[in-house]
């Protein structure tokens, strides 16, 4: 199976600041994708942006892109002029682009954001 | 409105007494999981069904079953709680065609097993 990991459990930012999120995966495929899903207090589960692995362009949603580094098996998330309603877990995501069945998820870095 | 709805959202149980969560959606999609999440160890899968009457485990099957009788749902069964299924349940839906990376997850389960 594969693995992700998110090595930082918590992380804090000042309110108009940037902060960026770290993951890392093992595959042995080269088709996949890459997720980020955001985890506020109501506890829904919000995709924030996805990676296709064929795709060389970093993908961009407004205040949140991403740093790809296929060869580092490296995806962080950078979030650009925090919000006070960017706090919430984030989680890192990967499902294979073959068998496309199973999703793997990190175990989530939890966001602060201070005013 | 794309929907997954889940029931009950809360419930509290006691070791061995059987129980069913339930998850619906309007999507008409073909893939349906289910997830629990626990602090420190993020989601895992537990069953996911591509279509009707096709499931496959995930990678925490222990302890749990599942049923797709119907396109719009897939209910979650667990035949005989024990505290270590206490958790937050997630099921989530996709579609089984392109663009398909799209889940949509419904609302969570707290579950409690005293």
């Known amino acids: 199976a594969q693995t992700v990991t998110q090595s930082q459990p918590e992380m804090s930012v000042q309110e108009a600041e940037t902060v960026t999120l770290s993951c890392t995966y093992d595959t042995s495929e080269s088709d996949y994708y890459l997720f980020w899903y955001k985890q506020p207090p109501s506890r829904q589960m919000i995709l924030v942006i996805r990676?296709?692995?064929?795709?060389?362009q970093n993908a961009t949603e407004n205040r949140f892109s991403v740093n790809f580094q296929k060869a580092a098996k490296s995806f962080s998330l950078k979030i650009s002029d925090s919000q006070l309603g960017d706090a919430a877990m984030y989680f890192c995501?990967?499902?294979?682009?073959?068998?496309?069945?199973?999703?793997?998820f990190g175990t989530g870095t939890s966001l602060t954001v201070i005013p | 409105e794309a929907q997954v709805t889940q029931n009950p959202r809360y419930l509290i149980t006691v070791t061995g007494k059987k129980l069913t969560v339930t998850c619906s959606q309007n999507m008409n999609h073909e893939y349906m999981s289910w997830y629990r999440q626990d602090p420190g160890l993020g989601l895992r899968q537990i069953y996911y069904s591509m279509n009707v009457e096709v499931t496959d485990k995930g990678d925490v099957p222990e302890g749990y079953k599942v049923s797709r009788k119907e396109k719009r749902n897939f209910p979650l069964i667990l035949e005989s709680p024990s505290p270590n299924q206490t958790s937050l349940y997630f099921c989530a839906v996709r579609r089984d065609s392109m663009p398909d990376y799209e889940q949509y997850f419904g609302p969570g389960t707290r579950l409690t097993v005293t």
């Open positions: 990676q296709e692995a064929y795709k060389q």
């Open positions: 995501a990967y499902r294979s682009g073959n068998t496309g069945n199973q999703f793997y």
